[in-house]
């Protein structure tokens, strides 16, 4: 069984690294760790069962949560099943969260409109068990918001107007 911390525990051959390796490198490194006690030994490694790693997508997404990463899946494909993007997303400033080493985090900008244009599909990124994806609002966007929170509905009067076309 491989622990979150991406190792599993093997006697006589201590802690070895399993996440992200295939079952022949770690098959080599449990054969190289029980050369030193056995003679020719044979060693086996076999995937039982294949965990899914989880994925989060948030921000201006229809339906932000928590994925299944059972596979191969790139950013645009993770928002895509978070239902899309919203109108007042800002894809030219989205962010990949990603784990770092215990308690620390890279961020990585990505333009997700030169990948839409086909300018530059590199940053239409593969994402890694544990990313998060936020996509940012846009800055008309947090204007709106900002006009809506702090005057709107703070200011007891009708921001309305009307237009009287009658017989005069």
Do not use: M
């Not at 992200?20 to 020719?40: K, L, Q, S």
């Amino acid at each position: 069984v491989v622990r979150p911390d991406g190792f599993v525990s093997v006697p006589l051959a201590n802690e070895v690294r399993a996440a992200g390796r295939t079952c022949e490198d770690v098959r080599v490194d449990i054969t190289a760790a029980w050369t030193r006690e056995f003679r020719d030994p044979q060693v086996a490694v076999v995937l039982k069962r294949a965990n899914a790693y989880k994925i989060h997508v948030g921000g201006a997404v229809a339906e932000p949560g928590i994925f299944e990463l059972g596979g191969e899946r790139t950013v645009l494909a993770a928002l895509f099943e978070a239902g899309g993007f919203l109108p007042t997303a800002d894809l030219e400033q989205v962010l990949v969260i990603r784990p770092d080493g215990p308690g620390r985090f890279a961020v990585i900008p990505l333009d997700l409109t030169a990948v839409l244009e086909a300018r530059d599909t590199r940053q239409n990124l593969a994402l890694r068990p544990r990313d998060a994806v936020f996509v940012p609002t846009s800055g008309i966007a947090d204007v709106n918001t900002w006009i809506d929170q702090y005057i709107r509905q703070n200011i007891p009067i009708s921001f309305g107007w009307s237009l009287d076309v009658g017989p005069n």
